[in-house]
């Protein structure tokens, strides 16, 4: 049987764009909360770990680990509303049944096995010679945007509670697209990489208590959420086209906490 299914970089892209604006106007409280705290878990991260005086290691480690927990919902809510139109208009309606804890539980494990083999090939490059050393850092750091990019639909199976939502099924439903699904999310990223880098060079200009400081703090928790926003229904879209295994959940079950806009 002939696979119909295609990933279509330009359609998705802009739906990617679209949908976020959309679920922004349909759900404010939501993408301003998330905003609100994004901010306030930076600053005291910085405060508590500062990048210049901290590993690198152990501020990645901690950095993946406070972003699951502060754009979770956001991403599950966003989620729904691209999959499967339904409206969650408070954060709180992310949190509720186990679907918050599956999805935190799973994003926790594949973020540290990409800082684990970020950090494992970071440290193999520093023990051997160049060039060996540098092959097996970028062998390492692109396995684990592999990964990352071929388990991406397990996310929205997640949060609209798919029945068939597992780690081998997003595998499976991915193999040959795993390339055409990078291109889109290094597409839906490169106008906030863009942004960010020179707000990250910036940042380190000046002391975060101060007023620049804090504005900037702001700015970047503004670029991380709609970073994160667009590539939450970047998924979304890849989901609905790819899904065979994970199985689409119909628009009217299955994901608790949200509201049918």
């Given at each position: 049987m002939r696979d119909s299914r295609r990933v279509d970089h330009q359609a998705l892209t802009q739906g990617a764009f679209s949908g976020a604006v959309a679920f922004a106007k349909a759900a404010p409280l939501v993408v301003l909360d998330t905003v609100i705290l994004?901010?306030?878990?930076?600053?005291?991260?910085?405060?508590?770990?500062?990048?210049?005086?901290?590993?690198?290691?152990?501020?990645?480690?901690?950095?993946?680990?406070?972003?699951?927990?502060?754009?979770?919902?956001?991403?599950?809510?966003?989620?729904?509303?691209?999959v499967a139109g339904m409206l969650t208009p408070r954060l709180t309606g992310s949190l509720a049944g186990?679907?918050?804890?599956?999805?935190?539980?799973?994003?926790?494990?594949l973020?540290?096995?990409?800082?684990?083999?970020?950090?494992?090939?970071?440290?193999?490059?520093?023990?051997?010679d160049p060039p060996l050393g540098t092959a097996v850092f970028f062998m390492a750091f692109a396995a684990?945007?592999?990964?990352?990019?071929?388990?991406?639909?397990?996310?929205?199976?997640?949060s609209v509670n798919a029945n068939g939502a597992g780690?081998?099924?997003?595998?499976?439903?991915?193999?040959?697209?795993?390339?055409?699904?990078?291109?889109?999310?290094?597409?839906?990223?490169?106008?906030?990489i863009l942004l960010g880098l020179p707000?990250?060079?910036?940042?380190?200009?000046?002391?975060?208590?101060?007023v620049a400081g804090l504005i900037l703090t702001l700015l970047r928790a503004v670029i991380e959420t709609g970073w994160t926003l667009v590539l939450a229904c970047a998924a979304g879209l890849i989901?609905?086209?790819?899904?065979?295994?994970?199985?689409l959940a119909p628009p009217s079950g299955g994901a608790s906490g949200g509201n049918h806009g």
């Open positions: 994004a901010a306030l878990v930076d600053l005291a991260r910085r405060l508590l770990l500062p990048t210049g005086s901290t590993s690198p290691y152990l501020v990645g480690t901690v950095e993946a680990v406070l972003g699951v927990f502060v754009f979770a919902p956001m991403i599950i809510a966003a989620h729904r509303y691209s186990p679907i918050f804890g599956r999805f935190v539980k799973t994003s926790l494990i973020s540290l096995i990409t800082v684990a083999g970020y950090a494992g090939g970071a440290f193999l490059s520093e023990a051997l684990t945007i592999a990964l990352s990019v071929r388990l991406g639909p397990l996310f929205p199976a997640i780690w081998g099924a997003a595998w499976r439903d991915t193999a040959g697209y795993g390339w055409r699904i990078f291109f889109v999310l290094a597409i839906c990223s490169l106008p906030f707000l990250e060079t910036a940042m380190r200009e000046v002391e975060i208590l101060r989901y609905k086209e790819l899904a065979r295994e994970l199985l």
